[in-house]
């Protein structure tokens, strides 16, 4: 609201007066516009409208205010006049009004009223004080009576929700009787009876007592309350009493709520303390040292501590952890941060140096606790564990590892480690880059597919594989080709990879490949391989040479016996075409280095029949390639016997005046066999069948007697005017070499 004047003068007094004065004031201009008010106007006006004017007030107020059809119906003072309003909250009220009419501020300027309200229901102090002390008591929330010795209670107020007290008598029982006040007996606790008599009797005696006692409400239950009987004087020579009554029962459920409380803190604190007592027992039975430490120092340490530390607890108490601290700077038992970057159960671990009482040193690793104390107090709780022969133990460990590497290193080996899964090199030598011929940067960390040609790397990754499989030690010879150009000469490694388990039944998780250069020694084998090869040969041609020598003896011998005794001539023929054909063969195994060829052997036989028998023997071979078809050293004499005696047979059978009195011999070769064909004239005897014919020691006997059972066939047929008998091999009768 706009304030009727500024300064000093007679507006700073109309405000002194608004704010000063208990009745409803109000300033208003000629169009009956609130200029002013003050907080009396505002609580008088009825509820809800907001003091702007006269025109916004009922008629009532306008009528006691001398306004009427937007006009002041006085032009001058008027007052005091009464008269009956609407109120707040509909309520009527008993206001008396007067007025007055204020010049303007400035010469000029329109009038302005002044109206003063006040409501006659509280015009006398006595009565006003009375309806103030009246709303008091009957809003208060304790039961507050006076007792008159003369007239009884003079003033009562009950107590909300309590109403059995000895003051929860309602206004009605002003000038009531001390005896009509009290409280039967039937709803006070029976704990609280004693409190109840000492009550009565301090009410029938006038004394001053304050006592608490428990009853019974009908509906809200059980209640405490806390009553206070003060004598007084409501005049001289007029006693009285007042009883004050205050309905206590949630401060004493909380009184007894604490005391519980408090004595379930007693008991935890008791408990714990047993608690604290049975962990330190068990603490001194381990093997880490345990040291708590407060703010005055060391409080507790445990047997292993005090072993550690080399003293007793009393040696230690209250002086700080750092006194068994080694030198070094930064140590952390020096540190006296620990409360403030530890949470309450953080743990943090360190590793340092300690020197005990009688000069011992030794590493220990530690954890530091904020723990609580049972004061409340914050600790800090070292658990340490000596170290000093794992420290040991890892330096012997380091020591051995770096000879080992040192050992890698200069080793003659190739060494490298690999992963199982992707087959990357995790680790290697310097010997395993000549092994790979590429530098250890593109090595390491690279499969071998990466680092090695393709049929190498594949040769060696399937290795891996198999080790990773198999989990036993794989061991290969790998071929690296030379390389001319860069002069690089062919190399053999010898290779061998082992898993290295990691620990439980899981997959290995690396591979260890060792590789060994093996070119030389495998050059120094292959030459001692082909001396002996050679001297071997050597003793065989010998030997070969010696019996060609010795069978052409016997020969020699066998011929000189047929000339003496002609009734064997024949028999000793056929057994030195038999000796000479062995002969033959002898000296063909003189003159050449490895298997016999097929087609040696059989020329050489018949050349060895015609000179004997003085026949012609036609040799002819044909197919792809017969110099690939060999004998081997045990087949080779059973063959030349027995292509000796087809070509014996042939002469003897076939008759020499014919007109083509020649015999035949062809060699026919197959992609995998070989057949001997023998050719002469002649005729086989009606019904003939080479199954009929008996082993023997001659002839076809002994043909059937000498073939091999394996890969060896003869059939004998009549072909026109021809024998033909025809044997064919193929292995294991003979065998198959390589082309040339």
């Given amino acids: 609201m706009p304030s009727a004047g500024e300064g000093t003068g007679p507006g700073a007094e109309l405000a002194a007066l608004f704010d000063l004065n208990p009745c409803g004031l109000a300033l208003l201009d000629a169009s009956g516009r609130l200029l002013r008010h003050n907080a009396p106007w505002a609580a008088l006006s009825p509820a809800g409208t907001e003091p702007r004017g006269l025109a916004a007030l009922p008629e009532g107020w306008?009528?006691?205010?001398?306004?009427?059809?937007?006009?002041?119906?006085?032009?001058?003072?008027?007052?005091?006049?009464?008269?009956?309003?609407?109120?707040?909250?509909?309520?009527?009220?008993?206001l008396r009004a007067q007025g007055r009419r204020l010049p303007g501020a400035v010469p000029g300027a329109p009038a302005r009223w002044l109206i003063q309200v006040e409501d006659l229901a509280l015009q006398d102090d006595t009565a006003r004080a009375a309806v103030q002390i009246s709303a008091l008591m009957g809003t208060a929330g304790v039961g507050v009576a006076t007792w008159d010795a003369e007239q009884g209670w003079s003033s009562a107020a009950s107590l909300r929700g309590t109403a059995s007290t000895a003051a929860a008598a309602a206004p009605a029982a002003v000038g009531a009787s001390l005896s009509q006040l009290s409280i039967g007996r039937d709803?006070?606790?029976?704990?609280?009876?004693?409190?109840?008599?000492?009550?009565?009797?301090?009410?029938?005696?006038?004394?001053?007592?304050q006592v608490r006692y428990a009853v019974r409400h009908p509906d809200t239950g059980r209640r405490w309350l806390?009553?206070?009987?003060?004598?007084?004087?409501?005049?001289?020579?007029?006693?009285?009493?007042?009883?004050?009554?205050?309905?206590?029962?949630?401060?004493?459920?909380?009184?007894?709520?604490?005391?519980?409380?408090?004595?379930?803190?007693?008991?935890?604190?008791?408990?714990?303390?047993?608690?604290?007592?049975?962990?330190?027992?068990?603490?001194?039975?381990?093997?880490?040292?345990?040291?708590?430490?407060?703010?005055?120092?060391?409080?507790?340490?445990?047997?292993?501590?005090?072993?550690?530390?080399?003293?007793?607890?009393?040696?230690?108490?209250?002086?700080?952890?750092?006194?068994?601290?080694?030198?070094?700077?930064?140590?952390?038992?020096?540190?006296?941060?620990?409360?403030?970057?530890?949470?309450?159960?953080?743990?943090?671990?360190?590793?340092?140096?300690?020197?005990?009482?009688?000069?011992?040193?030794?590493?220990?690793?530690?954890?530091?606790?904020?723990?609580?104390?049972?004061?409340?107090?914050?600790?800090?709780?070292?658990?340490?564990?000596d170290i000093e022969r794992r420290r040991q133990a890892e330096n012997q460990i380091a020591q051995a590892q770096a000879s080992l590497q040192r050992i890698i290193e200069t080793a003659p080996l190739a060494i490298a480690l690999f992963d199982a899964r992707g087959l990357q090199v995790l680790q290697h030598n310097q010997m395993m880059s000549a092994f790979a011929r590429r530098p250890g940067d593109e090595i390491q960390g690279r499969?071998?597919?990466?680092?090695?040609?393709?049929?190498?790397?594949?040769?060696?990754?399937?290795?891996?594989?198999?080790?990773?499989?198999?989990?036993?030690?794989?061991r290969r010879e790998l071929h690296r080709d030379g390389d001319a150009e860069h002069g690089v000469p062919s190399s053999e490694w010898d290779v061998r990879i082992v898993a290295l388990q990691a620990g439980g039944e899981g997959q290995p998780e690396q591979l260890l490949l060792v590789a060994s250069d093996v070119s030389e020694q495998r050059a120094a084998e292959q030459a001692r391989f082909e001396a002996a090869i050679a001297q071997?040969?050597?003793?065989?041609?010998?030997?070969?040479?010696?019996?060609?020598?010795?069978?052409?003896?016997?020969?020699?011998?066998?011929?000189?016996?047929?000339?003496?005794?002609?009734?064997?001539?024949?028999?000793?023929?056929?057994?030195?075409?038999?000796?000479?054909?062995?002969?033959?063969?002898?000296?063909?195994?003189?003159?050449?280095?490895?298997?016999?060829?097929?087609?040696?052997?059989?020329?050489?036989?018949?050349?060895?029949?015609?000179?004997?028998?003085?026949?012609?023997?036609?040799?002819?071979?044909?197919?792809?390639?017969?110099?690939?078809?060999?004998?081997?050293?045990?087949?080779?004499?059973?063959?030349?016997?027995?292509?000796?005696?087809?070509?014996?047979?042939?002469?003897?059978?076939?008759?020499?005046?014919?007109?083509?009195?020649?015999?035949?011999c062809r060699v026919e070769c197959e992609d995998a066999a070989l057949r001997v064909c023998v050719a002469s004239p002649g005729a086989l005897p009606p019904g003939f069948s080479l199954a009929q014919v008996p082993p023997g020691i001659s002839g076809l006997g002994l043909v059937r007697a000498l073939l091999p059972r394996k890969g060896s066939a003869m059939s004998l047929e009549q072909q026109g005017s021809q024998v033909v008998a025809t044997l064919r091999l193929e292995p294991p009768a003979v065998s198959l070499l390589e082309p040339l």
């Fill in 536 to 664: 071997r040969e050597m003793l065989v041609k010998e030997v070969h040479h010696r019996i060609k020598n010795n069978l052409q003896g016997v020969a020699g011998l066998l011929q000189q016996n047929a000339l003496r005794h002609p009734e064997a001539a024949p028999a000793l023929a056929e057994a030195v075409g038999q000796v000479h054909a062995i002969a033959q063969v002898h000296g063909l195994q003189v003159g050449i280095t490895g298997p016999l060829r097929v087609r040696g052997v059989i020329e050489a036989i018949a050349t060895s029949v015609q000179r004997m028998f003085g026949r012609t023997i036609v040799c002819e071979v044909g197919g792809p390639a017969p110099h690939r078809f060999a004998l081997s050293e045990a087949d080779s004499i059973p063959i030349a016997l027995t292509v000796n005696e087809l070509l014996t047979n042939a002469i003897k059978h076939s008759d020499p005046a014919a007109p083509d009195a020649r015999v035949w």
């Fill in 447 to 474: 499969p071998p597919s990466l680092w090695l040609t393709g049929p190498e790397a594949a040769s060696l990754s399937a290795w891996l594989h198999q080790a990773v499989a198999t989990r036993e030690m794989v």
């Fill in 62 to 94: 306008q009528r006691l205010c001398r306004w009427s059809a937007g006009h002041w119906s006085a032009g001058a003072d008027w007052g005091p006049e009464d008269g009956w309003v609407e109120g707040e909250g509909g309520r009527r009220l008993h």
């Fill in 187 to 209: 709803v006070v606790e029976t704990e609280s009876l004693p409190d109840y008599t000492r009550l009565q009797q301090a009410l029938r005696q006038r004394e001053r007592l």
């Fill in 226 to 385: 806390l009553t206070r009987v003060e004598p007084a004087e409501l005049g001289p020579g007029r006693p009285a009493m007042s009883v004050v009554t205050l309905d206590i029962t949630d401060e004493e459920n909380a009184r007894r709520h604490n005391e519980h409380l408090l004595a379930e803190q007693a008991r935890a604190r008791e408990s714990l303390l047993l608690q604290t007592d049975r962990t330190r027992a068990v603490l001194d039975s381990v093997l880490v040292g345990i040291v708590t430490v407060g703010s005055g120092g060391i409080e507790w340490m445990n047997r292993s501590a005090r072993r550690m530390f080399g003293g007793e607890l009393a040696d230690f108490q209250g002086q700080p952890i750092a006194v068994v601290a080694s030198p070094e700077p930064g140590h952390p038992l020096r540190r006296t941060d620990w409360p403030a970057v530890l949470a309450e159960g953080q743990a943090e671990t360190f590793e340092c140096r300690l020197v005990a009482r009688d000069g011992r040193t030794f590493w220990v690793v530690g954890n530091a606790v904020l723990t609580g104390h049972e004061t409340g107090a914050r600790q800090v709780t070292f658990a340490l564990l």
